[in-house]
């Protein structure tokens, strides 16, 4: 069976909804049954969330990329969490200093929130990655430390021969990409190859210049990479919250003026678009 992912927030941090959406960072990995995949619990994943309430959906598996509040901020106000039928599985990265439960009950206790993260009913498990590949219903989950403030990761998705890459929050020129190696560009082992890559390209080239070290990338810059580790597609993400449906559609034409001829052409990251990979 191929991959298929359904974009449930893509934008850089809450704005109100346009034709691309203001949920931030939230895809789900399309599963069969009764067990669901979740890249990073942005806002998207409460409207996320409901919906697998609706289908009964009682084992999760979320891949925390990192804990910026953009990409984690849902998770208070995921529905399955209430439902003590329900196993929730949390993957991120781990920290010398604190556990993964310790940094995320954080956000989950007063005055942040006005219920204690020991009242969650549901059944909550804590896996600290970078770690061995994990398979899930014949899908396999590898995740590396990527080019991002504080610690970041990138995940690689393989199911039937195809494959997805993604890398919301990425800055890999910090480190070049024109000429560096595979084997020592930032998440390079992860994106090699990908059929899919969905990568942040938050800026256009004129805004990246002023915020070098930030820790995202242009649209320049998302395809230089993708170019670099021979993804197939490449899918423009983390939209930056002030860019308007107009802004964001000129930078997807930059995008594919930069893309050659024989590739396809980039794609922007949409709420409730379904990648089939």
């Known amino acids: 069976m191929a991959l298929s992912l359904k974009i449930w927030g893509c934008r850089g941090s809450i704005r109100e909804t346009m034709k691309y959406g203001g949920n931030t960072s939230c895809v789900e990995v399309v599963l069969e049954g009764e067990t669901a995949l979740v890249l990073d619990a942005g806002t998207g994943i409460r409207p996320l969330g409901l ?21 984690l901020e849902g998770l208070r106000f995921f529905a399955p969490l209430w439902d ?6 949390i993957w991120g990265p781990r920290s010398p200093v604190l556990s993964l439960r310790d940094r995320i009950l954080r956000s989950f206790s007063p005055p942040l929130f006005p219920l204690d993260f020991r009242d969650i009913p549901a059944r909550v498990r804590f896996h600290d990655l970078p770690a061995e590949p994990c398979e899930i219903d014949g899908l396999t989950v590898t995740s590396d430390r990527v080019l991002h403030p504080g610690a970041t990761l990138g995940f690689r998705l393989e199911r039937g021969g195809s494959t997805a890459a993604y890398l919301p929050d990425h800055e890999p020129a910090l480190a070049g990409i024109d000429g560096v190696p595979l084997d020592w560009l930032s998440a390079g082992a992860l994106a090699r190859g990908a059929d899919v890559l969905l990568h942040d390209a938050q800026y256009g080239d004129d805004e990246y210049s002023a915020r070098i070290g930030w820790g995202h990338s242009s649209v320049a810059d998302a395809v230089s ?30 995008a594919r003026a930069l893309t050659s001829a ?12 379904t990648l089939d990979v």
């Not at 003590?84 to 599985?89: A, D, I, K, L, N």
């Not at 990479?225 to 930059?254: I, K, M, N, T, W």
């Open 262 to 273: 024989n590739r396809t052409p980039p794609l922007l990251a949409r709420e409730g678009t």
């Open 84 to 89: 003590p039928g329900v196993t929730v599985e």
């Open 51 to 71: 919906e697998l309430a609706r289908r009964g959906t009682r084992h999760i598996h979320v891949f925390l990329t990192h804990l910026h509040l953009d990409h």
């Open 225 to 254: 990479y993708s170019d670099a580790v021979g993804a197939d597609r490449l899918v423009l993400f983390h939209h930056d919250p002030q860019h308007s449906d107009g802004a964001l559609e000129e930078l997807e034409e930059r």
